[in-house]
C-alpha cells in the first residue's frame, strides 16, 4: 500500500525525569528533568514522517494552554496537525520517571487528550488517505471511544485500513480486555507490547509470548508484538509466521516512546510496500534509535 497517513490519537507534554540514582522517598533525588512534546499518537507519526512518509496528519485535542507550542512542534517533524483547541481542559500532561536502565514509569493526566469526540472528526479527513492508525489510549474514555469507533466504522467503509496500538497494559486492565478488543473489532493490524499481548489473550504475565500473537491473530488479520531489545513477533491467521531480531541500538538512554517508534517505522514501511517482517524489523531499528535519546520523538 502506498500513500498518506492519517494518525488519531493523543498529544500531550512530556516531563521526562532521568535519575540514575533509585527513587528516595520524603527527599530530594538527583534527576535531569526536560519538558517535551509527547503522546503515543503524535510520536507515531512523527516517527512515521521521520521515515520518510510524505504525508502525515494528527487528529487530536490540546489545551488552548500549549496549543500552538505542540503545533509547532509537530510541523517541524513534518507531520500536518489537525488540532482541536479543549476551551476547558489543559493539554495531558505526562511525568515520565526513568532510572538508570532506562525504563520508564509514566505519571498520566490525560487532560484534554481524551476529550476527542465525535463532534471533531469529519469523514472528509480520510480523503487520499491510505491508512489510519488509532492510539489505544482513545478507548480509556467515553467521547475518545466514541470518536475511536466512528473512525473505524468511516474507514471501513471507504475500503481503508486500520491499525491499533493498544497503549497501556495498566489501562487496558481497568478497561476490560474483551471491552478492547470487541471496540477494535474491523482493524486489520494490532501492536501491542508483550505485557498488553498477554492480557488481551487472557494469559498470565509471563506466559510465551507467541502464544499471546497467535491467539490475538485470530481476532485481528495481522498481530505484530514487540518485544523491546529482542525484537517482534508476528503472527497471522492464529500462527506466528515470523520472529523478527531486535536492531542494534547504542546505549539505552530512555524507553519513553520506543513503542511508538515502533509504530512509526512500522507503519511507515508497510506504507512503502514491504511485507510484515520486514516492517517489523524497520520498526525494530526505529524503537532502538528512539531508545537512545531523550524523549518519544525523532531528533
Known sequence: MTGSLLVVGDVVTDVV?????????????????????????????????????????????VGADSAAWHEAALRRAGVRPRLVVDPQEPTGTVVSLVD??????????????????????????LDGVAHVHLSGYLFFAVPSRDLARLV??????????????????????TAGPERFLDDVAGAGILLPNEAEAALLAGQPAGAAPAEAAAALSRRVPLVVVTQGAAGALVAEGG????????????????STGAGDAFTGGFLAARLAGAAPAAAAAAGCRAGAAAVSRTGGRPA
Open 17 to 61: 525525569a532521568l535519575h540514575p540514582e533509585p527513587l528516595a522517598p520524603a527527599t530530594d533525588t538527583p534527576a535531569r528533568i526536560r519538558t517535551l512534546p509527547g503522546g503515543a499518537g503524535a510520536n507515531a507519526a512523527c516517527w512515521a514522517a521521520h521515515a520518510g512518509v510524505a504525508e502525515v496528519a494528527l487528529l487530536a485535542r
Open 100 to 125: 538508570a536502565a532506562a525504563e520508564r514509569t509514566f505519571l498520566t493526566d490525560s487532560g484534554a487528550a481524551l476529550r476527542l469526540s465525535p463532534a471533531d472528526w469529519s469523514d472528509g479527513l
Open 152 to 173: 473505524l466504522r468511516a474507514a471501513r467503509d471507504r475500503g481503508v485500513p486500520v491499525s491499533v496500538d493498544p497503549a497501556s497494559a495498566g489501562f487496558l486492565r
Open 239 to 254: 500462527a506466528v509466521t515470523a520472529r523478527v531480531p531486535g536492531a542494534p541500538a547504542p546505549a539505552a538512554v530512555d
